[in-house]
C-alpha cells in the first residue's frame, strides 16, 4: 500500500516569485510519481511524471520535480510563477508492481499567485 | 482526438435514490477509471475497468458499483444513495499497462439532499 502527503494545504505567493510544493510518500514497494493540476470546475491535468531514469522531471510550462529516493520525495518547483497557475495541485503514486491503474492522491496544495 | 467526457455534469439526488454516471474515454483507451472527490477525504480511487473486467477496487461499500462496455463506455452507479455520498466523480482513461498515464474528465458533480 501506498501513501501521499502533501506538506502544505495552501502556498500563497506573489507573481514572479519562486514556489516550491512538497510531496512525500510512503510505499513498501518501487513506485511511479506524478503531480497532476486542477483548475476550478474542472477534471485533473497530468503536469509531469517520474517513470524511471533522471531524477529530475520537467514539463512544458516551467514546473520541474525531483525524484529523491531516500527522502521518498517529488517535490514541485517553478522559478517564477503567473497569476494562471493558480490552482490546486496535486501529489499521486501508483505502484510498480500494481497490474493497472490506480492512483493514491495526497490532500492537494492549493497555489495562490497574488499580483 | 476527443478528451474523456461525463455525463451528466451535474445532478441532483434525495437520500436513498440511486444514480448512474456515464464515462466516455478516449478513442482508443480501454482503462476506465473511477475516482470520488470530497472536501473531507479528498480524492479517492473506486475501482478500474480494463476490457471490460473489474481490474482494481478501491475500499468503498458494495453500493458503488460500475461496468464497462465492448466499447469501453463506462458507468458507475451508486445504490441507496446517502448525504456523505455528495461529491466530485471523475473518470479518467488510460492505455493499456503501466505506467500509466491518465486522462481525466471534467467530472459529475453530485450532490445528495
Known amino acids: 500500500a501506498q501513501s501521499v502527503t502533501q506538506l502544505d494545504s495552501q502556498v500563497p505567493v506573489f507573481e514572479e516569485a519562486p514556489v516550491e510544493l512538497r510531496c512525500n510518500y510512503s510505499?513498501?514497494?518501487?513506485?511511479?510519481l506524478f503531480w497532476y493540476v486542477q483548475y476550478p470546475n474542472q477534471g485533473l491535468q497530468l503536469l509531469l511524471k517520474?517513470?524511471?531514469?533522471?531524477?529530475l522531471v520537467e514539463s512544458i510550462n516551467g514546473f520541474e520535480a525531483e525524484f529523491n529516493k531516500s527522502q521518498t520525495s517529488f517535490h514541485l518547483r517553478k522559478p517564477s510563477v503567473h497569476i494562471s497557475d493558480t490552482a490546486e495541485y496535486f501529489c499521486?503514486?501508483?505502484?510498480?508492481?500494481?497490474?493497472?491503474?490506480?492512483?493514491?492522491f495526497g490532500g492537494g496544495t492549493r497555489l495562490m499567485v497574488k499580483p | 482526438k476527443a478528451g474523456v467526457t461525463q455525463t451528466p455534469r451535474y445532478l441532483i439526488k434525495t437520500r436513498g435514490q440511486q444514480v448512474t454516471l456515464s464515462c466516455s474515454p478516449i478513442?482508443?483507451?480501454?482503462?476506465v477509471s473511477w475516482y470520488q472527490q470530497t472536501p473531507g477525504q479528498g480524492l479517492q480511487f473506486l475501482f478500474e475497468?480494463?476490457?471490460?473486467?473489474?481490474?482494481n477496487k478501491g475500499n468503498f461499500p458494495g453500493r458503488f458499483s460500475g461496468r464497462q462496455f465492448s466499447n469501453s463506455r463506462s458507468e458507475m452507479n451508486v445504490s441507496t444513495l446517502e448525504l456523505g455520498d455528495s461529491a466530485l466523480y471523475l473518470c479518467?482513461?488510460?492505455?493499456?499497462?503501466?505506467?500509466?498515464?491518465?486522462?481525466f474528465g471534467p467530472g459529475t458533480r453530485l450532490t445528495v439532499t
Open positions: 475497468y480494463f476490457s471490460e473486467t473489474q481490474r
Open positions: 479518467a482513461s488510460s492505455l493499456t499497462g503501466t505506467p500509466n498515464e491518465q486522462y
Open positions: 478513442s482508443g483507451h480501454r482503462s
Open positions: 510505499s513498501s514497494v518501487s513506485v511511479y
Open positions: 499521486a503514486v501508483s505502484g510498480l508492481k500494481n497490474a493497472g491503474n490506480m492512483l493514491t
Open positions: 517520474y517513470l524511471s531514469g533522471s531524477t
